[in-house]
């Protein structure tokens, strides 16, 4: 049988403090919680998910490079790097693959330095607002992008 494809999920900065404070604005899940939803979900989509965590900048660049030839799709929480990184930007677009950012809260109701990310220019779509479910939607989301993809 063929193998599934692989969504490559990254996490930015402070995500590993996910559950533990701020609950009011990002849930109470935890990182791991998180995960274990995302590897559920991904079981039934037939995707295998790789679920990863940083709080280094220069690491999350070299996990999106390296998913250029281990990763089918990206989903990505760039967390506050969203906001700040053409680093995280350029490796995005390097990437060539469909690339789904999240945000557990949705940054257009937040402070205006939050309504800005770079990454997004390189996403194909962007998920916000709906907590930890948002993952959940990313994954499917990036069902129908591969699938897409496989029948051009
Ligand atoms: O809403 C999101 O998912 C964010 O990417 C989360 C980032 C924030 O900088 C973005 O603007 C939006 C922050 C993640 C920090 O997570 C914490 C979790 C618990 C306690 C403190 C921070």
Redesign the pocket.
Known sequence: MAKPPKVLILN????N???????A??GTDTLADIERTCTRRAKELSLAVDFRQSNLEGELVTWIQEARTGADGIVI????Y??TSIALLDALRMADKPVVE????N?HR?EAF?HHTYTSQAATGVI?GFGAHGYVLALEAMAELISEKDRA
């Not at 999240?102 to 809260?105: D, K």
């Open positions: 930015g900065p402070n995500l403090m996910l559950g533990v404070r701020e609950t604005i990002y929480n760039p967390g506050a969203g906001h999240l945000h557990l809260s940054i937040r939050r916000c």
